[in-house]
Structure formats: structure tokens, C-alpha cells
């Protein structure tokens, strides 16, 4: 056991081959530690054991071991192992281990963050949240494995027990749910593509209520390539329709409460309530029959799923009704 204290740098050692030749304010509790750097804090075996680095705090073994950035912290057992970012911080067993030149990062949790290398301002909070980034910069990773498939992403924010960001620029709040760039999905299990917005899954379809309206933009300068609607969009279009009633009886719910393989069921996770509109397979034949460009009708290849925006179908409706009220009118002058 070796002790040295200097009153001159204000240098506290203790522990076996515990050294600071220059530590200025330096406190060092544990075997193995050394090295040099001001205003330092290192508890743990190896802990913040590089030669440089000012203004570090290091709790746990090999805790910022050979880590030479600056105002540094990390709390817990290979946290911050080596690197030279600055101003990063980690809590929890592995938290940030493998940065080198990344910056203003957080992580918290087992492994949060874990392969980030040369990313900067990130978050992880939750065990092995953002576990997969390793350049991406600007990115919220909350809940355990909250996560990416793509190592470089960037501005994408993702809470939520195992839920993914597949690109850049992904929002997603809830459980098992993912958004691919651009994308926003808000609820349990959900999925969005590109530039798409998905909120509430299949078990979310009992009573949706808002206190207010959705606006959507329609400034005439933010448009282009503006044409008439023809009858084909509009009377030809609506006649051909075959409105319906239905109850929902998802795929997907019984892949997750059965274990059943996706497209099987028994009827027996139908919901009570009844819901009035059309069929995605029927429009499309209605529209492959008019020979048509309808961009209601949504498929997702990867679900097998078809899906319609049913605001699309309001224009048309317009159109169809200034039909019939002209056609209305030359009526009238005949009688």
C-alpha cells in the first residue's frame, strides 16, 4: 500500500502503484491508478488511468482508464474506457465504453451507448439503449434496447421498450414500434415508412377521440402541377364504390397474442365495435378498372397490408356533387 499526499498540488493517493507526479487537486482511491491531470476524481481499479485529461470524475474499475478528454464522468465499470471526446457522460456497466472522438454524449444504463465512437450529442438512457450507434450525432435513445439498425443516423428520437429507428429523422413513442426516415409512429407495435405518420396500432381501434381538428396544408404556393378533377375522379369514380360495415379482426394481433403465423386466425380477437367505410383491395379494382392514378390507397410490402387515407376521397365527393347539381340544373331550365 502506497500513500503519498502533497500538500503543494493538493494530490490524495491511495491504493497499490497508486502514483501522480502532476495531478493537480487529484484524488485517487484503488490499485493500478496513475497518471497525470488536474482537478481529477478517480475511484476504482485503473480508474481514469491515462496520462492527460482535466476536470474527470471516474467511479468503478477501468472506469475512463486510458480515456485523455476532458470534463469527463463516468460512473461504473468500463465507462468511458478510452477515447479523447469531451464533456461526455456515462453511468452504468459499459455505458459509452467504445468512444474516441465523440462529444457532449450521455448514456445511462447497462451498455447504453456502448458502441458509439466518434458520434456526438447523444442520449441513451435504459439498458442497451442506442447500443447500435456508433457515428450518429444528435439522436434520443430512451427505454431498454430502444435502439437503430443504422449505425449513422442522425436527429432521429426513439422512446420506448425495443422500439427502432431505421433511419434518420425517426420519431417513435411506444413499445416494439419503428419509424423509417421522416417517419413518426405513436403507440404499441406500430410501424411507419418514409415521410409517413402512423398513430395507434391494431388493438388501438376502440375510441379515438381529439379535442379538435387536423389541419393540413394547402397553400396555393406550396403547390404545383395543379389539374381539375376529371369524372373519372369524380362521379365514374364514387358510383363504382361499394361502401360497407365491418368489425376489425387484425393480423397482427394474433401473431402477438396467439403465436399464431401472420395471415392465420380464428375470429376469436375480432372487436365489438363496427366501423363503416370502404375496402383498400375493392378501391384499387376500381380504380385499375378507370385506369386511374389514386394515391389513397397505401400498401405495406413487408406487412402484406393495404391501408386508405380516406381524407383523399373528400375532393372527389366535391367533384361528384358539382356534377349531379349542374346536371340538376340543366334539368331544371327543361322543365
Known sequence: MATLKNSLVGCI?????????????????????????????????????????????????????????????????????????????????????????????????????????????????????????????????????????????????IIGTNSIACASYATVLGTNSCACSDGIAIGNGVCSGTSTTRWGSTYNNTCNCVWGTWSTFSDSRDKTDIVDLTDNLGINFIRKLKPVSYKNDARQSYVKLCGYEYGTKDGNLKVDKRNYGFIAQEVKDVVDELNIHFDAIKYNEEKDEYGLTYSEFIASIVKTIKTIDERIQVLKTKI
Open 13 to 157: 493517493c491511495v491504493g497499490r502503484t497508486c502514483a501522480s507526479s502532476n495531478g493537480h487537486k487529484t484524488v485517487r482511491l484503488g490499485g493500478c491508478c496513475s497518471g497525470d491531470g488536474a482537478l481529477k476524481t478517480a475511484v476504482g481499479y485503473c480508474a481514469s488511468n491515462s496520462s492527460s485529461g482535466a476536470e474527470i470524475t471516474a467511479f468503478g474499475t477501468k472506469a475512463l482508464q486510458c480515456n485523455t478528454g476532458g470534463c469527463n464522468t463516468g460512473i461504473g465499470s468500463l465507462t468511458l474506457q478510452c477515447g479523447s471526446g469531451n464533456c461526455n457522460t456515462a453511468a452504468g456497466h459499459n455505458s459509452l465504453r467504445n468512444i474516441t472522438t465523440g462529444n457532449c454524449n450521455l448514456g445511462v444504463g447497462y451498455y447504453a451507448l456502448k458502441n458509439l465512437s466518434s458520434g456526438s450529442c447523444n442520449v441513451g438512457i435504459g439498458a442497451y439503449a442506442g447500443k447500435c450507434l456508433t457515428t450518429g450525432i444528435k439522436n434520443t435513445f430512451a427505454g431498454y434496447n430502444s435502439r437503430t439498425c443504422s449505425a449513422g443516423i442522425e436527429r432521429s428520437t
